[in-house]
């Protein structure tokens, strides 16, 4: 096995203290000569640590079949002064593959205690909202604007370092090492795609609170609400989405909602229908202690439908419950409203709680 370790330049693209302390983060690639660990072998792990303020790289070269066992006992006993570990769809593919390795070679080791961050799960969930055409690490290079371009693809190192077995060729030897080592100097390029969702999952403030309208294809003005939030992230490149009711447009780091009001009618449907009638002449639901009084052919019991008082007014979505009383216009609607007032939105913890739920609401994530 050829161990090579030197210092590196680590762009500083990211505000890496959000993973961890530095000298705790490892990153890591790993080259192999096909997509199984069980019918392909490992040939080259490449790792970038942190040390004494400087960033190092670390790269441990199967240079023959015999040479694999002793690169995976390096890289695993290097592993053991790590907490983090950094990597792109390494949970998907490398460290099971590393792990398929190490009991083909009888090696009892684990990543058990680590803290594994994935870089391809974490924007996995927003591939749609951000527009990009695939998952691959060139996608997102292209995403961030990166200009990085590869010489050799994956499947073409694999036959070069089969010929490197052959011939013991160090040209092809320095080629296999420096395509590892572009690959982990390009990681801090792709980081920046991880300020999306510490943005969206983080802190947000309230900083702007207005009402608007938009005239709709009719000519009819419709009642907005804009809302503005402030995020201790930043993004690289702003985008814009749009689910129902809402439209979100992210810049650096303000995330705004333009949210559609609604004017008019609602109900309000009481849990306990069975304590109420229902009065079909005045369309409302009265408690049995005041229906009672009523003449029995003008009431009838209520029932979960039917069980509501209703009100008039300028009402403001909600995608969870957050404001009460919410009301609806049927029972079932997943929908609910709150009327709307400036002071919905004085609490600051309440501001950030909405402005999640709208997240979540145009993200399609889901309560989280």
């Not at 990597?87 to 803290?115: E, Q, T, W």
């Not at 403030?205 to 609400?225: C, N």
Request: charged share 30%.
């Amino acid at each position: 096995m050829i161990r090579i370790e030197h210092p590196i330049e680590f762009q500083d693209t990211y505000d890496l203290t959000r993973i961890g302390s530095l000298d705790e983060l490892l990153f890591f690639d790993i080259e192999t000569t096909g997509f199984s660990g069980d019918t392909s072998s490992l040939y080259l792990i490449g790792c970038t640590w942190h040390r004494d303020g400087r960033w190092n790289m670390t790269q441990y070269f199967a240079d023959g079949p015999e040479a694999e066992r002793q690169a995976l006992t390096e890289f695993f006993e290097m592993l053991k002064h790590y907490r983090v570990l950094v990597h792109f769809n390494g949970d998907g593919f490398d460290i099971p593959y590393l792990l398929k390795r190490c009991a083909h070679h009888k090696l009892n080791y684990s990543f058990d205690g680590l803290v594994s961050l994935d870089i391809y799960k974490k924007i996995r969930p927003l591939k749609k909202l951000l527009g990009l055409d695939s998952l691959k690490q060139k996608a997102i290079e292209r995403f961030l604007g990166v200009d990085r371009t590869d010489v050799f693809s994956g499947g073409e190192l694999i036959e070069v370092y089969k010929e490197y077995l052959r011939s013991r060729d160090d040209r092809l030897f320095h080629l296999l090492i420096l395509h590892n080592e572009d690959d982990l100097k390009g990681m801090p390029c792709i980081l920046p795609i991880l300020n999306y969702p510490d943005l969206l999952e983080g802190p947000l403030s309230l900083a702007g609170h207005s009402r608007a309208s938009l005239r709709d294809i009719f000519g009819r003005e419709a009642p907005m609400l804009d809302l503005c939030f402030e995020s201790p992230c930043s993004v690289p490149v702003g985008f814009e989405a749009e689910n129902g009711l809402v439209n979100m447009s992210l810049e650096k780091n303000l995330l705004k909602f333009r949210i559609e009001l609604y004017e008019g009618e609602l109900k309000f449907f009481y849990p306990n229908y069975k304590d109420y009638f229902y009065l079909p002449l005045e369309d409302t639901a009265v408690h049995k202690s005041v229906g009672e009084f009523v003449d029995k052919s003008a009431r009838v019991r209520a029932t979960a439908k039917t069980c509501y008082t209703r009100k008039n007014g300028l009402f403001v979505p909600q995608f969870e419950p957050l404001w009460e009383p919410a009301l609806k216009r049927e029972l079932k609607d997943p929908v609910s409203f709150t009327e709307y007032r400036r002071e919905l939105f004085e609490q600051p913890e309440t501001a950030q709680q909405y402005g999640r739920q709208l997240m979540r609401y145009v993200t399609g994530k889901g309560r989280g």
